[in-house]
C-alpha cells in the first residue's frame, strides 16, 4: 500500500468559471481504521457540474465548502481493510468520499455493489446518483400522463439523456438539445429522441420552430440562462416545467447582460398557468430502491442507453471537471484511477 493519500483540495474561489489554479495536490497520510471503520481505495470519481456551485461565488444558495477541503463527491472503491463486520476486504462500495485516493468511514454512508451484476462505472451514471435525479426529477415531479411534446436540455449529458429517454418510455414525444452535430446525431439515432435541437447552430431558432411546432408541454431544464430565454415562447398552457439544473449560470451568481425576461416569465406563469418545481436529490435518496428496481430493468433490456467517457489518471481530474463547462464531453464524464 501507498504510504501517502493524494488529494485534490479547493485552492481559491472562482470568479466565473474554475480555473486549474483553483485546485490544489495534497499529500497526507492514509488514515489508520479503528474499529467499526472501513479503509477503502477508490478505483472511480465522479466528475459532476454541480461540484462548481460546491466551490462558491456560484448561482446557489447552498454554503461552499472550506478553502483546503477536498472536493466532494461519489466514488466507486474496494475495501482494504476493515474493521466493521458488515464488510469484508475486496468487497466493492460506492462512498461520498471526494476526491482523494483513499477514504476512511464507519460504513453508514457506504453502499455495497456488485460487480459481476453491471460495470462498477454505472453506479456513478445510470444507475447511480445520476440516473437516480433524472428519474426522480420526471417520476415524481411531473405528471406521468403520457403525451404531449417533452423538451430536455442538455439532452446529451448524463442526466437529461436518462430523462429524455424515461420521457419517451413514457409515451412521450421527446426533443433533446445539446450542442453540436454529433450530439444531435447522437440524441437521434442512439437514443432514439423525435427531435434534436442543435443551440450552437447558426440556425437554431429556426431549428427550434420546426421541432416545437405544437409548443412545449413539458420541461426538463439543465441549462438556464440563454436557452431557457429562447423556450419561453413555446410554454403552453398548463405546461410543466422542474428545474434539475441551471449549468449556464452556476459560475455567474449575478444578473445577466441583456435584456430583462423577467417580466415577459412572470407574465407567461400567470396566464398560462404554468406549474414550476426545483428539487435537490439529497432529499429523496430514501427513493434509490424503487429506482434501481425500474432502471436496472430498463437496462438490461436495452430500453435505456447510456454512454460514459473516462478520464485516466488521478491527475486529469481537474482538467476533465473544467471540460464540463465547454460542452466538449457526452454522457457521464468519471476518472479512473490506477
Same mark, same amino acid.
Given at each position: ?14 470568479? #466565473?468559471?474554475?480555473? %486549474? ?7 497526507? %497520510?492514509?488514515?489508520?481504521? #479503528?474499529? @467499526?471503520?472501513? /479503509?477503502?481505495? =477508490?478505483?472511480?470519481? +465522479? ?5 462548481? =456551485? ?7 444558495? /447552498? ?6 477541503? !477536498? $472536493?466532494?463527491? %461519489? !466514488?466507486?472503491?474496494?475495501? &482494504?481493510?476493515?474493521? =466493521? ?9 460506492? +462512498? ?8 476512511? +468511514?464507519?460504513?453508514?454512508?457506504? $453502499?455495497k455493489v456488485d460487480p ?17 435525479t433524472a428519474w426522480i ?6 405528471? %406521468? ?7 430536455? !436540455? ?21 426533443? #433533446? ?11 437521434? &439515432? ?24 405544437? @409548443?412545449?408541454? !413539458? ?21 410543466? *416545467? ?11 451568481? @449575478?444578473?445577466?447582460?441583456?435584456? =430583462?425576461?423577467?417580466?415577459?416569465? /412572470? ?27 425500474? $432502471?436496472?430493468?430498463?437496462? +438490461?433490456?436495452?430500453? *435505456?442507453?447510456?454512454? &460514459? &467517457? ?6 486529469? *481530474? ?5 471540460? /464540463? ?5 457526452? #454522457?457521464?464524464? *468519471?476518472?479512473?484511477?490506477?
Amino acid at each position: 500500500m501507498k504510504a501517502l493519500n493524494r488529494q485534490i483540495v479547493l485552492a481559491a474561489r472562482p470568479n #466565473g468559471h474554475a480555473r %486549474p489554479s483553483d485546485f490544489e495536490f495534497v499529500e497526507r %497520510p492514509i488514515p489508520v481504521p #479503528g474499529d @467499526g471503520e472501513v /479503509l477503502f481505495r =477508490n478505483l472511480l470519481i +465522479s466528475v459532476d457540474p454541480y461540484q462548481r =456551485n460546491l466551490m462558491g461565488n456560484a448561482s446557489t444558495e /447552498l454554503p461552499p465548502i472550506d478553502i483546503g477541503q !477536498t $472536493m466532494p463527491g %461519489p !466514488t466507486v472503491a474496494v475495501v &482494504e481493510r476493515s474493521g =466493521n463486520p458488515e464488510f469484508a476486504v475486496g468487497d466493492h462500495v460506492v +462512498s461520498w468520499s471526494g476526491w482523494r485516493e483513499y477514504g476512511l +468511514s464507519d460504513g453508514s454512508d457506504l $453502499m455495497k455493489v456488485d460487480p459481476e451484476a453491471a460495470p462498477l462505472s454505472t453506479a456513478l451514471g445510470v444507475l447511480g446518483h445520476t440516473g437516480l435525479t433524472a428519474w426522480i426529477g420526471t417520476t415524481r415531479f411531473l405528471d %406521468p400522463k403520457p403525451g404531449g411534446t417533452f423538451v430536455v !436540455t442538455a439532452a446529451a449529458g448524463s442526466v437529461g439523456s436518462v430523462a429524455a429517454q424515461i420521457a419517451k418510455l413514457r409515451g412521450h414525444r421527446v426533443v #433533446g438539445i445539446a450542442g453540436g452535430p454529433e450530439k444531435v446525431r447522437y440524441l437521434k &439515432e442512439e437514443l432514439g429522441l423525435d427531435e434534436a435541437v442543435d443551440y450552437k447552430a447558426p440556425d437554431f431558432a429556426e431549428q427550434l420552430a420546426r421541432a416545437l411546432p405544437d @409548443g412545449i408541454d !413539458t420541461l426538463f431544464e439543465n441549462v438556464g440562462g440563454r436557452l431557457f430565454e429562447a423556450l419561453m415562447p413555446y410554454f403552453n398552457m398548463k405546461a410543466q *416545467i422542474v428545474i434539475c439544473g441551471t449549468i449556464a449560470q452556476y459560475a455567474f451568481p @449575478g444578473a445577466s447582460d441583456g435584456p =430583462n425576461r423577467l417580466p415577459e416569465l /412572470l407574465k407567461a406563469f400567470l396566464y398560462r398557468f404554468i406549474v414550476i418545481r426545483g428539487f435537490s436529490l439529497t432529499d429523496h435518496f430514501d427513493a434509490y430502491p424503487e429506482f434501481a428496481v425500474e $432502471m436496472r430493468s430498463w437496462v +438490461s433490456q436495452d430500453r *435505456i442507453r447510456y454512454r &460514459e &467517457e473516462f478520464v485516466d489518471g488521478f491527475e486529469n *481530474i481537474p482538467g476533465a471537471f473544467l471540460r /464540463l463547462f465547454d460542452g466538449s464531453n457526452t #454522457g457521464k464524464l *468519471i476518472a479512473r484511477l490506477g
